[in-house]
């Protein structure tokens, strides 16, 4: 399979914890994304990372969380100190190029479902 | 600000029927691009059509077609003779013409259920 792999797929924590989730985008990409999704609500855009270099940042990031894509290649984004308002799924997307070039495709994880209790 | 409002929290059908779902944006901008993502009970994206502020011209794609009205700031799309297999969440969303153009502002979704 050469789509966007997340892991964990779920991940069930203890307040206070901090937890990390890892994406593998689709290897010619050099556009990777962070997204949050609750339940019932549509995706919010976290972060975005063009190679390595981590260029957009939404307010909603805030300092507890961090992004990293070190190589250019996978990313990570962790979670310090978890609260119970950060439960949701987190997805990653991939793209090669803006979403003005091609079809503007953004290439979505099944993303990793966070449970903080 | 930029907004994306879809009307329909659900809607079922019987297969076979028509439905067109809704979206209707907000931008202050006037270059944008406007999207149509479906997500399966799998929870995985997918990308089915992007429309930049330029070009209202209708599209179809077999039986799924897209209605971009700008007068209106409206975006709908219709799926024709539905079937199970359309079942899922169907978000709209609008992004900027200049930066990342990922930074994708969803709307909370329409639920489709197509029933037998």
């Known amino acids: 399979d050469t789509g966007v792999s997340q892991d964990p797929r779920h991940k069930i924590t203890k307040r206070g914890q901090n937890v990390t989730f890892r994406c593998d985008p689709i290897s010619e990409h050099n556009r990777l994304y962070w997204y949050r999704q609750t339940l019932g609500q549509g995706p919010e855009f976290l972060t975005y990372?063009?190679?390595?270099?981590?260029?957009?940042k939404s307010r909603l990031l805030s300092d507890r969380f961090s992004a990293e894509r070190p190589k250019g290649s996978f990313s990570t984004l962790e979670i310090q100190r978890t609260e119970q308002g950060d439960s949701a799924m987190y997805l990653c997307?991939?793209?090669?190029?803006?979403?003005?070039?091609?079809?503007?495709?953004?290439?979505f994880g099944e993303g990793s479902r966070l449970t903080v209790l | 600000a930029q907004k994306v409002t879809q009307a329909q929290t659900e809607i079922s059908v019987v297969e076979k029927e028509d439905v067109t779902l809704d979206c209707v944006y907000e931008?202050?901008?006037?270059?944008?691009?406007l999207f149509w993502y479906k997500q399966p009970p799998s929870g995985e994206l997918v990308f089915l059509i992007r429309r930049n502020s330029f070009d209202e011209q209708n599209e179809i794609s077999g039986r799924y077609s897209w209605n971009f009205q700008k007068s209106t700031s409206s975006f709908n799309f219709t799926i024709t003779a539905s079937q199970v297999v359309d079942s899922a969440v169907y978000f709209c969303?609008?992004?900027?013409?200049?930066?990342?153009?990922?930074?994708?502002?969803f709307g909370k979704g329409t639920k489709l259920s197509v029933k037998p």
């Open positions: 997307a991939s793209s090669l190029g803006r979403t003005s070039a091609g079809t503007g495709e953004l290439f």
């Open positions: 969303a609008l992004s900027n013409y200049g930066g990342s153009q990922g930074n994708l502002i």
């Open positions: 931008t202050r901008d006037t270059t944008y691009y």
């Open positions: 990372f063009q190679n390595e270099a981590q260029l957009e």
